[in-house]
């Protein structure tokens, strides 16, 4: 502890870093001030927003002379716009996000912006939030052909301020995707190209998924129309209020768009940090937090299922799995193990256990990876099987029995891609090669033994509902359950044994592979850490010997004098 006449003075100590906020971060205002020199940004709104209009005044003369009634005429001119104005935003978000930080590195002032001391979370958000503000100006532009449909009706101004929330809050997840591809790519034409291509293969897959989903929302709320694709907000306010209302219509679509969200900004940010310094903590908290919502969500799913609770559980446990394909496939590009900056790091800061077992390092991610997907899996079966037996019927036996197919097999499968995705990226410096090995084996896996199976159904004139020979693909499994759902008679004992056998096959290669990973990974580390050490040894004996000579330099001046 000082006293006051040692302590510094107040001069020398440097003050608090600055808070820096969304208004005043400098990437945004410097481009909000770049965009605003663009003479063709108002062309093009002006343009987007009269072809919209212009669509929508031809498809309201058609219906108005086909002797609809004007509050068809309105609803569909509601749905029209909001529909176009989606698919603006799908494409437009993404390429005006990926133009951000590709320009930067291709134009050669990526380095500049580093030297300025801003942290890559900084330059992300200041990034994201002009993106951002450039993609709200379309929508902002399009709000006033948004009121057309008010001149026939149909439709309510909450529904009209539910869908534009909705809009924007799409849009902020359609950006938050093309500046994590940008934030990957050095060129800025690859990072438009792959942007755009894609958001044109992924934006009508969503939107068909939306249009889909409005059966099932009919079948929950009758007041609900049924095939519009903008039905989320009629539903909001149409629909009843209670635990369906607030899991369904709020919680639902909110998981769905935060969680991508934050996925996308914790890949920017992990490619915007520096290879030696830590860059895996961010993806993982988010994949623990992902798994946990979505088992709980899943097991609240289950529970609300009732007696249909065992065939809820499978198919949310092999909704489930494709967070677990996902976090293999992000966690294959993880370093062997922290670097020494990380290591300095949390020893100056103590990290403890916890802030450890998050950091780099390929060992670290499988470990975390497991627990946590194996976990969210246990709970969402545990809740199916306590809804079969609590509430299930005559074939509540048999429902249990699908349940712990999938789920098996679905566990088994997956220790199997963690632990060879582990000895991949443990056998190989680069991180590509294990993404791109894994993706065949996937592929190898899950369609291969159905075409050995076809193979030898074509040579035998006929082919099972669950042929033996398949099942090392994990589709079989969910083959299987489909076989026993809603059955009471006797099953065929071979699938069922067939099933469970591939599965302790799978999860016995992965563990092998995990104990072979673990080993390569340690010698590595030990290796690195050798020569770490040997490095300093040489550094000390240097030191000591300058030392030692600048001793012998002052003797030999002493004794002179």
């Known amino acids: 502890m000082l006293s006051a006449d040692e302590a510094p003075p107040m001069s020398s100590i440097p003050p608090p870093p600055p808070v820096v906020t969304a208004r005043h971060n400098p990437v945004f205002v410097r481009e909000m001030r770049q965009s605003a020199r663009l003479l063709r940004t108002p062309f093009i709104l002006m343009t987007v927003t009269a072809m919209t209009a212009f669509l929508l005044s031809a498809v309201g003369g058609i219906m108005m002379t086909s002797k609809v009634s004007p509050a068809e005429v309105g609803r569909a001119l509601h749905h029209t716009f909001f529909s176009i104005a989606y698919f603006v935003v799908s494409l437009a978000g993404p390429t005006v996000s990926a133009n951000s ?168 940010l992990a490619n915007l940090t520096s290879v030696t310094d830590d860059r895996s903590t961010g993806i993982r908290r988010w994949f623990i937090v992902s798994a946990a919502v979505l088992a709980v969500g899943g097991a609240a799913v289950v529970v609300g299922a009732g007696g249909a609770g065992a065939g809820a559980a499978a198919a949310m446990a092999a909704t489930y799995s494709w967070l677990l394909v996902l976090g293999t496939f992000t966690f294959a590009g993880e370093p062997i193990g922290p670097s020494r900056r990380v290591l300095a790091r949390w020893e100056r800061e103590g990290a403890g256990a916890l802030d450890r077992a998050l950091g780099p390092g390929v060992m670290r991610a499988t470990t975390t990876s497991l627990a946590a997907g194996l976990g969210g899996l246990s709970l969402i079966t545990a809740a199916g099987l306590a809804g079969a037996g609590l509430w299930g019927g005559p074939s509540k036996a048999l429902d249990s029995l699908a349940l712990l197919i999938v789920a098996t097999y679905t566990a088994g499968f997956f220790v199997f891609l963690a632990g060879v995705t582990a000895w991949l990226r443990a056998r190989t410096n680069s991180v590509m090669t294990p993404r791109i090995l894994l993706l065949v084996t996937l592929g190898l896996a899950l369609v291969g033994p159905w075409v050995v199976a076809a193979i ?64 390569r990974s340690g010698a590595i580390i030990a290796a690195y850490d050798a020569a770490l050490a040997r490095g300093d040894e040489l550094l000390a004996a240097e030191d000591a010997r300058a030392a030692e000579g600048a001793r012998a330099a002052e003797g030999a001046q002493a004794a002179e004098g």
């Open 456 to 519: 030898g159904g074509a040579m035998a004139g006929s082919l099972g509902h669950a042929p033996v020979v398949a099942a090392p693909s994990p589709i079989y499994a969910l083959v299987v359950a489909a076989e026993l759902g809603g059955r009471t008679a006797t099953p065929d004992l071979g699938p069922i044994l067939a099933a469970s056998i591939a599965a302790a096959a799978w999860a016995l290669l992965g563990l092998t592979a995990l104990v072979a990973a673990a080993r």
């Open 101 to 268: 930080i590709a320009q930067e590195r291709e134009g050669r002032t990526w380095e500049a912006l580093l030297l300025t001391g801003l942290s890559p979370g900084v330059i992300a958000r200041g990034k994201f939030t002009s993106a951002y503000t450039s993609v709200a100006m379309f929508i902002v532009s399009l709000a006033p052909v948004g009121a057309l449909p008010f001149l026939f009706g149909g439709v309510t101004v909450v529904e009209v301020v539910l869908a534009f929330a909705c809009l924007f809050l799409g849009a902020g997840l359609w950006v938050a995707f093309g500046l994590a591809v940008s934030s990957k790519m050095e060129n800025l034409r690859a990072a438009i190209v792959v942007t755009l291509i894609v958001a044109v293969v992924t934006s009508p897959a969503i939107y068909g998924v939306g249009v889909s989903l409005s059966w099932a929302a009919h079948k929950q709320w009758p007041a609900v129309p049924e095939g519009w694709p903008v039905w989320l907000p009629s539903a909001l306010e149409r629909a009843p209020f209670g635990w369906e209302y607030l899991g369904y219509l709020v919680l639902g679509p909110l998981v769905a768009s935060a969680l991508p969200a934050w996925f996308f900004y914790e890949v920017t």
